[in-house]
T-cell receptor, first 115, second 114 residues
């Protein structure tokens, strides 16, 4: 079975500072990895995904993540955050190359950006 | 192209009442899912349908039933609502192919059971 651990439940940062949201996963088979963002009272929006190929994945809104197979991690980074990045961020994993596979989510990290 | 739509957006039920949450997608996806979101718990899978005509239990299926009505629609039914089912419910759909995979989410239904 797969599992996802988001290592920080809350991350407070100042505007224009860099940020890293940490995600570790556990799986004995190949997986796909995802980061979703949820703004207050809204649904989930895909930030980026890793399916295969280059381990550095770039997403929307200036975010990027690096897949590290040896450390089973998929940390999300942004070099300079804005107030508008305040939201909840979810890391998720699914089985690779399998139709109909559901996502397994971490418990989320709340990013709070202040001025 | 509306993507994944859910109705209703909000609902308040009394304990013991029943209701059906509706979900539809217009992307011709084979697979559909129901998740619930609770504070500090992330999203947890209730039921999913890998393809039309099939449904399977997820992590938290107790108290729920589902129907894959056709390829577009996947409904979630609460037969006898309980306060523990107060949550935000998300429907999603996906398609896997050699070029990639992504799951698309609806806007959610906020359910309160009193």
């Amino acid at each position: 079975a797969q599992s996802v651990t988001q290592l920080d439940s809350q991350v407070p940062v100042f505007e224009e500072a860099p940020v890293e949201l940490r995600c570790n996963y556990s799986s004995s088979v190949s997986v796909y990895l995802f980061w979703y963002v949820q703004y207050p009272n809204q649904g989930l929006q895909l930030l980026l995904k890793y399916l295969s190929g280059s381990t550095l994945v770039k997403g929307i809104n200036g975010f990027e993540a690096e897949f590290n197979k040896s450390q089973t991690s998929f940390h999300l980074r942004k070099p300079s955050v804005h107030i508008s990045d305040t939201a909840e961020y979810f890391c998720a994993v699914s089985l690779a190359n399998q139709a109909g596979t559901a996502l397994i989510f971490g418990k989320g990290t709340t990013l709070s950006v202040s001025s | 192209n509306a993507g994944v739509t859910q109705t209703p957006k909000f609902q308040v039920l009394k304990t013991g009442q029943s209701m059906t949450l509706q979900c539809a997608q217009d992307m011709n996806h084979n697979s559909m899912y129901w998740y619930r979101q609770d504070p500090g718990m992330g999203l947890r899978l209730i039921y999913y349908s890998a393809s039309e005509g099939t449904t399977d239990k997820g992590e938290v299926p107790n108290g729920y039933n589902v129907s894959r009505l056709n390829k577009r629609e996947f409904s979630l039914r609460l037969e006898s609502a309980a306060p523990s089912q107060t949550s935000v419910y998300f429907c999603a759909s996906s398609e896997w192919h050699a070029g990639g995979y992504e799951q698309y989410f609806g806007p959610g239904t906020r359910l309160t059971v009193t």
